[in-house]
């Protein structure tokens, strides 16, 4: 016959086991239950995500900035639909200047009227836009060189040294003589104040 202490014993081991198995079940089941329901909130939200276009590829947009006579803005839309309401944004040495654009496909050069110094400078521009619900930024930095003659000063001399000194600057300052249109205006500005100052020596000449 079985001791009734050694049965109590198994009793409570068998008891113990069953609320093992009951628990170890149960976290089974929790854990089964958790993971479906991450996959179905993982399957929602690539669902949505698809709907609204969150994880787009960045679109084909290229921007460059270059100088021919004014500053001129190109760019490159190899989409196939027009990308609308780019800001713009350029910083010069003293200056901020703010637009905004659109970038119909295809290339498209804009001219900007930026009033910028005959010398060389920095051009920091910064473009902002949406592409189906996603924000992107781009940035491009160029070094604008604008080369246009110092203004030379007429030489204190005789008369005939001053004309003869006068038709050589006319000559070097002819509008027609201009590479581009900046230079052009540059040319026609010298050569008002050289006329200016030709007319005062000969006046002061003459006294």
């Known amino acids: 016959m079985i001791p009734e202490k050694i049965m109590n014993f198994w009793s409570f081991l068998l008891l113990l086991l069953f609320f093992i198995l009951i628990i170890q079940g149960a976290k089974y089941l929790f854990l089964k239950i958790k993971v479906k329901r991450e996959k179905e909130e993982m399957k929602d939200r690539l669902q949505s995500d698809r709907m609204y276009n969150i994880f787009q590829r960045k679109p084909q947009l290229k921007f460059d900035i270059f100088y021919d006579s004014i500053i001129i803005l190109r760019i490159e839309n190899r989409e196939s639909s027009p990308i609308k309401d780019i800001a713009l944004n350029i910083t010069l040495p003293n200056e901020k200047t703010s637009l905004m654009i659109n970038a119909p496909p295809g290339n498209t050069e804009i001219p900007l009227s930026i009033d910028i110094p005959p010398v060389n400078f920095e051009l920091n521009a910064d ?40 038709r050589k600057l006319v000559k070097k300052y002819h509008p027609d003589l201009a590479k581009n249109e900046e230079e052009r205006k540059y040319f026609e500005s010298k050569l008002e104040k050289i006329n200016e100052e030709y007319s005062r020596l000969l006046k002061d000449k003459r006294l």
């Open 127 to 166: 473009f902002t836009y949406m592409y189906k619900f996603q924000k992107y930024s781009e940035r491009i930095t160029r070094y604008i060189s604008i080369n246009i003659p110092k203004m030379e000063i007429f030489h204190r001399k005789s008369i005939k040294e001053i004309k003869k000194e006068y």
